[in-house]
Nanobody, 124 residues
Framework: VQLQASGGGLVQAGGSLRLSCAVSGASARTISTYFMGWFRQAPGREREFVARITWSDGVTVYGDPVEGRFTISRDNFKKTVDLQMSRLKPEDTAIYYC???????????????WGQGTQVTVSS
């Protein structure tokens, strides 16, 4: 199974960006057994949880720093998981990774599949 993240870039504080994660290399049935998440890692910091979602009914959970500003969504037909980021702040600057887990959780160590990451830079 492969995860391909895209959509990063440079944006001013207060602006918006939309990231997308395409899942491929497995049947829809297999993919549906995964729970999908977004994480981010800023220079010198540990990788932190951003948001997660279920394929089946779209249940979502957000990390405290992004609650109310970011929205995670999924498209079961396209097999994509998007992260809409609004009211961006300079502290949101990081490499953003999509990931898949067999468990419903926010612990990065329990995600066994990772995309390559996409850079998001928010200027002040």
């Amino acid at each position: 199974v492969q995860l391909q993240a895209s959509g990063g870039g440079l944006v001013q504080a207060g602006g918006s960006l939309r990231l997308s994660c395409a899942v491929s290399g497995a049947s829809a049935r297999t993919i549906s057994t995964y729970f999908m998440g977004w994480f981010r890692q800023a220079p010198g910091r540990e990788r932190e949880f951003v948001a997660r979602i279920t394929w089946s009914d779209g249940v979502t959970v957000y990390g405290d720093p992004v609650e109310g500003r970011f929205t995670i969504s999924r498209d079961n037909f396209k097999k994509t998981v998007d992260l809409q980021m609004s009211r961006l702040k300079p502290e949101d600057t990081a490499i953003y990774y999509c990931a898949a887990s067999e468990f419903w959780n926010s612990d990065r160590s329990r995600y066994h599949l990772w995309g390559q990451g996409t850079q998001v830079t928010v200027s002040s």
